[in-house]
């Protein structure tokens, strides 16, 4: 149980397209989701909070107008990389607490985005 | 905010020999200690946590320890195998969010 989707596991598209990654809770709702950044070698990095009915909550030297984030219902976040461009090549991550705020967040298969 | 520290970057040794890695953290307020091991191109798998209401915690051949007053916290394997290669990543809690430390690569040498 506590299965967390994440759609699509890969993308390559050209500079400039804009780029949606979905992250759904399959079997628990989640009033919260993060999302998060992975370049290559490096470690994961918060990029923002995610919060069902509100506005998300970004982290520190990460732009919101870049990084759209969409948390509409209790089981679906998404991410927007507006106008991406090859530095906005990264794996990107989400996560979530099948029971609110009690730990562990279980994590998705990520997704590796490619801009050419 | 919380800042975790992780050392080594990397980190070789022979199969059968102990791995150890450290961590520290700066917020005081953090509580929740988990680690995991990624492998290339997947998500970070959770091998362990501890909770800051205990000291040490061991699940097999994985063990951690937690040393609140200083700050510090290390995950210990013993009796490593082929298949303990990868990337290992401690975390902390900052509230309800988890920040991650740089990683440590391990490997295994046969």
């Known amino acids: 149980g506590a299965v967390v989707s994440q759609h699509p596991s890969w993308v390559i598209c050209k500079s400039g397209t804009s780029v949606k990654i979905e992250c759904r809770s399959l079997d628990f709702q989640a009033t919260t989701m993060f999302w998060y950044r992975q370049f290559p070698k490096q470690s994961l990095m918060l990029m923002a909070t995610s919060n069902e009915g509100s506005k998300a909550t970004y982290e520190q030297g990460v732009e919101k107008d870049k990084f759209l984030i969409n948390h509409a219902s209790l089981t679906l976040s998404t991410l927007t990389v507006t106008s991406a461009h090859p530095e906005d090549s990264s794996f990107y991550i989400c996560?979530?607490?099948?029971?609110?705020?009690?730990?562990?967040?279980?994590f998705g298969d990520g997704t590796r985005l490619s801009i050419l | 905010g919380e800042n975790v520290e992780q050392h080594p970057s990397t980190l070789s040794v022979q199969e059968g020999d102990s791995a150890v890695i450290k961590c520290t953290y700066s917020?005081?307020?953090?509580?929740?200690f988990p680690w995991y091991k990624q492998e290339l191109g997947k998500r970070p798998q959770l091998i362990i946590d501890i909770r800051s209401n205990v000291g040490e915690k061991k699940d097999q051949r994985i063990a951690v320890t937690l040393n609140k007053t200083a700050k510090h916290f290390s995950l210990h394997i013993t009796e490593t195998q082929p298949e303990d290669s990868a990337v290992y990543f401690c975390?902390?809690?900052?509230?309800?969010?988890?920040?991650f430390g740089k990683g440590t690569r391990l490997h295994i040498l046969p």
């Open positions: 996560s979530a607490y099948p029971r609110q705020g009690i730990q562990p967040q279980h």
């Open positions: 975390a902390a809690n900052r509230d309800d969010k988890i920040i």
């Open positions: 917020d005081s307020a953090s509580n929740y």
